[in-house]
């Protein structure tokens, strides 16, 4: 207890007795540890590509593509003349990339600057963490945690990929070395500075500097009397800054796009992704996500993410260091509640668990912190002599198992690389040269096509391309309605693009021919997969097909009795909210997936709806009887809805059950009920609540007196 007490009092006064930082042999053999491995990697990317630096994400291209177009003069245009989009996950990251690519980093230097760039950047977390940990709890702590930070395949996995993972790790560590080195003091003159560089490069480092925002704000109001009042609102507001910056960053998306929802944000998250919303689905997935982040951190998963039990050491770490370093308690309990709201704010995204946790790594040293400091308190009670040896022969067991894993994530990564360039590099390549000059190619992977393939592209996924992440995330008929809404000339001539997710598959646009059934090109992956059965990739073969948008639209036109008043295009998203469109499933949890058909040559989308629907019917003239003529393909179960206007029972609609792909139908609402410009029509199954149900695709409705 006196050693505790010894060191603690020192680390409270800053004194840890560490050599200065500029002569401090474990910084420098833990940061160059970290450089070596970083450079093993790149050595294995290398050698599965024949000496060819390749991505191992085709992810990294879209950061390269955003940057090379910023370096250009075309900021956050994914295309020259195209509008801002806010597809770039990190903001900061971009301006990085595309300072390097002004000052002569192009074509493939750009990529192996981002690699050398994260290489290094991961370096210096190491060190910093070695740092962090001296401070925090004691010097052989400090350097076990480095150790174990630069032994970490994951994390030389994602700091070596290209992506802006190094450059958050840095910034995660800085702003917490800087945070502990303030904190004494009381007076946060840095902090706020990196924490705001924190924020900028990616959500999760907004949520994570906005934990320490609070840490500081706790320290402040402690010492509230000691600066007085004038010194205290100043350093309060100073603290701010992170929060500031970020909502700039907000400001600026909403100005410039229309929204402050990032593209990413649009497409991947679990209150987006699907056509309708239940809050009981999204707690499922979410808390499913989290229970998969417990297994890796526990180390009971296939990819080697942690060593075994490190999340239970982590939370024992917590408590030892609030226990025992209660000067540090804002810090801690900062770290702690940062690192928890972060796991569960990746866990509403549907890629949470892609790409080896890439949006967890660089938070993953401060785990390690919590582990070193858990065994480290627990050698406390053991006796003196034999404290040393239980220290560093624990947490050795621990860097056998990252070392053991080190090379299966080396051969991991040059695999991964291999698969990219066995797939969108390689169709980048080749669209280069084969698809006249001014084709526009849609694609899922919009990194490695755009950025090789010389073309212009439309994103499916909505990440590079402002307002199709919504479509895609409504299924095939929503997509097909966005895309035949663009303008002739932007209109993708050629897709470049699998059936598997992420988004929608594209057999539909096959089969209703505005796709080709043979593709121009077959791309087949030959990357073999690794010992887990997996690829980076999500699919095992990629088409280049031809469009033909000749019967873009005809699903608009259906003859009407009387005059044509409203049209609702049922799959249309932009129609439906203009309509007020809502379909009323009679299961949680199903969903209304937009579809594409044909009948003859008619081309339509819909919706698979099982139960009924709401809409609002506009431009009517009040007192005339109102048709609704309906394109529906009606189960034969239940052909039969209940109809409701403005709330009022009007009558028992069955429509027909036909072979065809869909058939029309029309219903007659009295003139008595039609008392205003607009009518709120439901179609509800006729006996709520039991099975069976309606189940059917609607297309759309057309409303006529």
Same mark, same amino acid.
């Given at each position: 207890m006196t050693e505790v007490a010894e060191t603690t009092s020192a680390l409270e006064t800053g004194r840890t007795g560490q050599p200065g930082a500029g002569r401090d042999p474990a910084a420098w053999l833990i940061g160059g540890t970290a450089l070596l491995l970083g450079a093993v990697f790149v050595g294995a990317d290398l050698a599965f590509n024949q000496g060819k630096l390749i991505a191992p994400l085709d992810d990294v291209y879209i950061h390269l593509q955003y940057g090379r177009q910023f370096g250009l003069g075309h900021f956050l245009r994914y295309n020259t003349g195209d509008p801002v989009s806010a597809g770039a996950s990190s903001m900061l990251y971009l301006l990085v990339l595309g300072g390097a690519y002004a000052i002569g980093f192009q074509g493939h230097l750009l990529l192996g600057f981002a690699v050398g760039f994260g290489v290094l950047c991961f370096a210096f977390s190491a060190a910093g963490v070695y !740092?962090?940990? &001296? !401070?925090? *709890?004691?010097?052989?702590?400090?350097?076990?945690?480095?150790? $174990? &930070?630069?032994?970490?395949?994951?994390?030389?996995?994602?700091?070596?990929?290209?992506?802006?993972?190094?450059?958050?790790?840095?910034?995660?560590?800085? &702003?917490? *070395?800087?945070?502990?080195?303030?904190?004494?003091?009381?007076?946060?003159?840095?902090?706020?500075?990196?924490?705001?560089?924190?924020?900028?490069?990616?959500?999760?480092?907004? =949520?994570?500097?906005?934990?320490?925002?609070?840490?500081?704000?706790? @320290?402040?109001?402690?010492?509230?009397? =000691?600066?007085? &009042?004038?010194?205290?609102? /100043?350093?309060?507001?100073?603290?701010?800054?992170?929060?500031?910056?970020?909502?700039? +960053?907000? $400001?600026?998306? +909403?100005?410039?796009?229309?929204?402050?929802?990032?593209?990413?944000? +649009?497409?991947?998250?679990?209150?987006?992704?699907?056509?309708?919303?239940y809050f009981t689905e999204f707690t499922d997935r979410t808390v499913a996500n989290v229970r998969a982040f417990a297994m890796s951190l526990l180390g009971f998963g296939n990819q080697d993410f942690a060593f075994p039990g490190a999340l239970l050491l982590f939370f024992a770490g917590v408590a030892y260091l609030i226990h025992a370093r209660?000067?540090?308690?804002?810090? *801690?309990?900062?770290?702690?509640?940062?690192?928890?709201? @972060?796991? @569960? %704010?990746?866990?509403? $995204?549907?890629?949470?668990? @892609?790409?080896?946790?890439?949006?967890? +790594?660089?938070? $993953?040293?401060?785990?390690?912190?919590?582990?070193? %400091?858990?065994?480290?308190?627990?050698?406390?009670?053991?006796?003196?002599? /034999?404290?040393?040896?239980?220290?560093?022969?624990?947490?050795?067991a621990a860097l056998v198992f990252s070392l053991a894993a080190v090379p299966t994530w080396a051969i991991r990564f040059g695999r991964d690389a291999s698969a990219i360039r066995d797939t969108d590099v390689s169709v980048g390549g080749w669209i280069s040269g084969n698809l006249p000059p001014d084709a526009v190619v849609a694609v899922k992977d919009v990194g490695a096509v755009a950025y090789f393939g010389k073309h212009r592209v439309v994103d499916l996924i909505g990440l590079g391309t402002n307002g199709l992440a919504e479509p895609a995330n409504n299924g095939i008929g929503s997509l097909y309605e966005a895309l035949r809404h663009l303008p002739a000339a932007q209109r993708p001539a050629y897709f470049a693009t699998y059936d598997t997710g992420p988004g929608p598959s594209l057999a539909q646009l096959r089969s209703v021919g505005i796709l080709d059934a043979e593709p121009v090109q077959l791309f087949q992956v030959q990357t073999p997969r690794d010992l887990n059965g997996r690829l980076i990739v999500p699919f095992e073969e990629l088409g280049v097909y031809r469009a033909d948008w000749t019967l873009a639209g005809s699903g608009d036109r259906q003859p009407v009795p009387g005059v044509l008043r409203d049209y609702l295009n049922v799959g249309d998203v932009s129609a439906e909210r203009g309509h007020d469109y809502a379909p009323r499933m009679a299961q949680v949890g199903m969903q209304p997936v937009s579809v594409l058909a044909r009948n003859g040559d008619v081309i339509d989308s819909g919706r698979t709806i099982l139960g009924g629907e709401e809409f609002t019917a506009r431009n009517l003239t009040p007192g005339q009887p109102l048709t609704i003529t309906a394109r529906t393909a009606m189960d034969k179960v239940v052909p039969d809805m209940l109809v409701l206007v403005n709330g009022v029972p009007t009558g028992v609609w069955t429509r027909p059950v036909e072979a065809a792909p869909w058939s029309t139908a029309s219903f007659t609402v009295p003139a008595g009920l039609v008392t205003g410009s607009s009518a709120r029509i439901e179609l509800r199954q006729p006996r709520p609540l039991l099975n069976p149900y309606p189940v059917y695709t609607s297309f759309g409705y057309w409303f006529s007196q």
């Open positions: !740092r962090l940990g &001296t !401070r925090l *709890v004691a010097r052989p702590a400090g350097i076990w945690a480095g150790l $174990l &930070t630069a032994f970490s395949g994951p994390l030389l996995w994602g700091t070596t990929s290209g992506m802006e993972v190094g450059l958050a790790m840095l910034l995660v560590v800085s &702003t917490l *070395v800087v945070f502990a080195r303030e904190m004494p003091s009381g007076r946060f003159h840095y902090t706020p500075l990196v924490a705001t560089l924190l924020a900028l490069v990616r959500p999760e480092g907004l =949520i994570f500097a906005g934990a320490l925002t609070l840490a500081a704000w706790w @320290v402040l109001w402690s010492r509230r009397g =000691i600066a007085g &009042t004038g010194r205290s609102v /100043a350093r309060w507001v100073w603290t701010l800054l992170p929060l500031l910056a970020f909502a700039g +960053q907000l $400001l600026f998306y +909403q100005l410039a796009t229309g929204t402050a929802s990032a593209n990413g944000i +649009q497409a991947k998250s679990l209150l987006h992704d699907r056509p309708e919303f209660r000067s540090w308690r804002p810090l *801690v309990l900062a770290m702690t509640a940062g690192l928890g709201a @972060v796991l @569960v %704010s990746v866990a509403t $995204l549907n890629t949470a668990l @892609v790409h080896n946790m890439r949006y967890e +790594q660089p938070f $993953l040293p401060v785990l390690l912190l919590f582990v070193v %400091s858990a065994w480290y308190g627990a050698t406390r009670l053991v006796p003196p002599r /034999a404290r040393r040896f239980a220290l560093h022969a624990g947490l050795a």
